[in-house]
């Protein structure tokens, strides 16, 4: 009779006695972590940042483990620059695109306004992570999520 295996995690004696479904559930908390805990808000966003991770909380309420907390970081980051993205469009929105020059060279003359990158900077950035987390439907579809809208669509049609 072969040797019983063990495996060294395991204490001696200790044993998962339920069926796959627990098995599926230790190794999705391996990967990533269980579902994320939105209540748990960081406090390192300001107003707008907290208010976009609260619009994510309610369009994921249903969705318990479509993020993980190991992807809170990334979350994060999506909302820090959500907000940074619309600091820098009030302001293009309250002085306009272009703005009186500060400096000595531009004294009298109107610039560009320097909110105008800060605006490309954090929308580069918006797409980099939307893309990461799966945001916009294209990456969806490049992940493998289909939206729940487009799948019964299919199904009516003969040639799909």
Do not use: H
């Not at 001696?12 to 006695?17: P, Q, R, S, V």
């Not at 230790?26 to 619009?55: H, Q």
């Not at 970081?73 to 907000?83: D, H, I, N």
Request: hydrophobic residues 40%; contains cysteine; negative net charge.
């Amino acid at each position: 009779m072969p040797a019983r295996r063990t495996d060294p995690k395991i204490p001696e004696g200790l044993k998962i006695k339920t069926s796959m479904p627990a098995l599926r559930v230790a190794k999705e908390a391996e990967i990533g972590g269980l579902g994320l805990d939105w209540s748990n808000r960081p406090g390192v966003l300001d107003d707008a940042g907290l208010t976009e991770w609260d619009r994510l909380a309610e369009v994921y309420a249903m969705d318990a483990t479509r993020f993980r907390e190991g992807e809170r970081a990334a979350l994060v980051a999506y909302c820090s620059w959500w907000s940074a993205f619309a600091s820098a469009a009030a302001d293009v929105r309250d002085r306009g695109p272009v703005v009186e020059g500060r400096s000595d060279m531009d004294r009298g003359r109107m610039v560009k306004n320097p909110a105008t990158v800060a605006m490309r900077e954090a929308s580069q950035q918006l797409r980099y992570w939307a893309r990461e987390l799966g945001l916009t439907t294209d990456a969806r579809v490049r992940i493998g999520l289909a939206d729940t809208d487009d799948q019964g669509r299919d199904d009516d049609n003969p040639f799909a």
